[in-house]
């Protein structure tokens, strides 16, 4: 159960099919220094809200209930 914590599975492997690539979840604020990082070196940034699918229960229920400061983070080389 993902409580409208992002859209799971199915949005992640439409993003994949678009060419993205999963990289990590994370709020403030290594978010900002993730996506300046990956500017850097060249990449393009998507961020989803994230889900809580693959990690065990008791972190699930703590994480969910504060879901929407969490971002997963996709990139992908930017296309010229």
């Keep these: 159960m993902s409580l409208g914590c992002g859209g799971g599975k199915q949005k992640e492997e439409?993003?994949?099919?678009?060419?993205?690539?999963?990289?990590?979840?994370?709020?403030?604020?290594?978010?900002?220094?993730?996506?300046?990082?990956?500017?850097?070196?060249?990449?393009?940034?998507?961020?989803?809200?994230?889900?809580?699918?693959?990690?065990?229960q008791m972190c699930k229920n703590c994480l969910e209930d504060d879901c929407l400061k969490y971002k997963t983070i996709y990139i992908r080389k930017k296309q010229h």
């Excluded at 990956?38 to 065990?56: K, M, S």
């Design 14 to 56: 439409h993003l994949k099919k678009q060419g993205w690539t999963r990289q990590f979840v994370t709020d403030e604020p290594r978010l900002t220094e993730a996506i300046e990082l990956y500017q850097e070196l060249g990449y393009e940034i998507h961020l989803e809200q994230a889900t809580f699918e693959e990690i065990n």
